[in-house]
């Protein structure tokens, strides 16, 4: 316990000794944070629509071929995938 607490009075004397260093650390941390988010949102997002593609194959319906870029349009959520 005591050598948390000393722990603890370092990192203060520190960090207020040296508030460039301060800010430097909190900017770091929250770009990083923001990066790993982020991250896991694109992953996250880009299974769910795999998911909902492969749930609504079923009800599928592609467009005619008479068009340039057919695309297919779920007729029971009518979601459309280029």
């Known amino acids: ?9 370092h990192g203060t004397r ?8 301060s800010a430097t ?3 770091l941390v929250a770009l ?6 982020t991250t896991i949102g694109l992953a ?3 299974t769910l629509s795999v ?14 071929p008479s068009i340039r870029r057919p695309t297919v349009v779920c007729s029971r959520c009518l979601r459309v995938f280029p």
């Open 44 to 46: 996250v997002g880009a």
């Open 32 to 37: 990083v944070k923001g990066a790993a988010l």
């Open 1 to 9: 316990m005591d050598q948390l607490l000393n722990d603890i009075r």
């Open 14 to 21: 520190i960090l207020t000794k040296s508030p460039g260093l």
């Open 51 to 64: 998911a909902v593609a492969i749930r609504c194959a079923a009800f599928c319906m592609v467009s005619p």
């Open 25 to 27: 650390a909190a900017l």
